[in-house]
């Protein structure tokens, strides 16, 4: 089992958030807390702090992940989660508004659309999501279902540090909910589920030579020749799960072999990067991909299996029609994994176009946040 | 043109080579002076002070090279020449003499024969060759064909630095002659000629996209199948120049591509090297080249013309009957080619195992020594 560092008291006001504030202004307020992965902790410190003064929550603080819970004792749970944590800052801190002209927009990354934006590193990728969480938590003491409120660090590195994963091993029982949903950002849309990912190194032995005298060696990179072959060929396959498409892709991401200009190589490697629709098991995964190349030495370096929508479930379904608009499948692997690992149904709905996290000019539509906020009230919200 | 040092004025009898000793001892005393590409002036100083106490041969020093010619007015004229550096010593030097058993032969590479052996660095490649060179140089001092004897610099290194290729460039009448010899080993055989060879960077180009989402991208990787799938297929020829059969080969020796795990890479290069028999000019393979990778990006960075073995002119003929035993192709590139881009015949012969050239446990077969001695004397030796 992982160890964790012991439990951090973090009051000092230094950073004191204001969640009665509009949700844009509180979203400012995260971005312009630097965190990224692995510096994590005066965030963290601001968040506990927060949620810790508004009296309703249970709070609980492992390493840099802050929990915090209703416990109403109502039937059903629901698991809300967001990572504080962003990749590298280049340049992109403060943030401030910009406005997106058509002009712009037509310039830009396919479906950006004109209007009001803050931008900076975070603002996508997922302060703006947690900054809507935040919101929600602070104003609904008493929401529909119960509600178990993540906040963690450490997603945009290794998946052994990651901190949602790690609370998923120390405390499972904190995960344990009916549905769950992750803020990662989706334009203000409901993306269910994700692909598996397995990583692979496919590769070829030959035998040296002296490139003058080829015929005494075996050439290893001619030898790769069916490799690249087969996945030219290969047409990946679109999957319905649960109601929802999930496009597959099969790809070398890297190639390498060689020893000297001169000389024929003795070893070539495939790099290969396998995302295969959550109807699939992991096993069934690397039983799919050894089978595919072989004949060659396969080495699955990495998996992460995927997660189904878990729509058909009738807690989620609840979800989508309350926040409107149509489910989509997510294809990038996100940590709703984990909660499907768990049992538990996820789905993710933040703001933000994907396209735009971890770039540079990294910026989020204003109405997007707003929308969001919204859907979750709307979902928590106590019909009563 | 190339900037060559000044003359560097050399006796100071530090290193006094005896070259009226036994050829295997004189091999000895060049191998244990150390002489490193880019540190030859001790063992340059060291031949040109030998030659210069002869008194019938005219000396001349350029860098690290020296040049000693009969002025004998004779109808023919034959350069014979050989390199004087070695690659790095890696603990094999002082030499030493070995004895090679029955059972060390056959676990040895292919061919090795039983006997005695001088080992150490640069007593294949090639101060034996060079010792040959020099004790006949000593002794006949009127040769059947006037001789321009050339002991030069720089030979393991880039060719931009090479000295028979300075030489060539500042003072290419001193290679002119009818017929040359140069000394690389060739286990006591005559070789003719040598391939030409070329390398060439061969690339394909797509576009990056998020391997979650391959199909916004365009696999580069992949799109290099048909380059190796080429390459397997391609059977390369034996083609018959001048009576010799030169195996050619077309080789990738280096690849790459990729940018990280999860990203649908937009270059692959696949580095190729040609080897191409000497019938064929450098732009009819740079052609051939082009048009075999007709549809992909060919750079050439490197091209090297190949050497006609010459064996039809009568003085090369003349040559390899006095030396006696067959004729064979050169596989390898060697400086013949110099020769050869001035209209001179040149062949490769020389002691040792070209196997054993570079290896840590390079040895010479004593008896090869002697027999190449014998050659280069029975063939310049006046029969008058």
Sequence with gaps: MPELPSPVSAVDGRDGLDLSADVVELTRQLCDIPSESGAESRIADAVEAAVDALGHLRVLRFGNTVVARTELGRATRVAIAGHLDTVPINDNLPTRFVTVTEEDAAADVPGTRPGEYLWGRGTVDMKAGVATQLRVAASLAAPRHDVTWIWYDNEEVEASRNGLGLLSQVRPDLLHADFAILGEPTNGGVEGGCNGTL??????????????????????????????????????????????????????????????????????????????????????????????????????????PGARPGLDAGIARAFADAVGGEVRAKFGWTDVARFSALGVPAVNYGPGDPQKAHADDERVALDEIRSVERGLRAYLEDEA
Tied chains: 1, 2.
């Excluded at 679109?238 to 890297?254: H, M």
């Excluded at 995302?275 to 990495?302: H, K, N």
């Design 199 to 304: 990583r692979a190194d496919v590769r070829t032995h030959g035998r040296r030579a002296h490139s003058a005298r080829a015929w005494a060696g075996v050439n290893a990179i001619h030898l790769a020749a069916p490799i690249l072959e087969r996945l030219a060929d290969y047409e990946p396959a679109t999957k319905r799960v649960d109601g929802l498409d999930y496009r597959e892709g099969l790809n070398a991401t890297r190639i390498s072999g060689g020893v000297a200009g001169n000389v024929i190589p003795d070893l070539c490697t495939v790099h290969v990067n396998y995302r295969f629709a959550p109807s699939m098991s992991l096993d069934e995964a690397c039983a799919f991909l050894e089978s595919f190349f072989d004949g060659f030495d396969v080495e699955i370096v990495d998996r992460s």
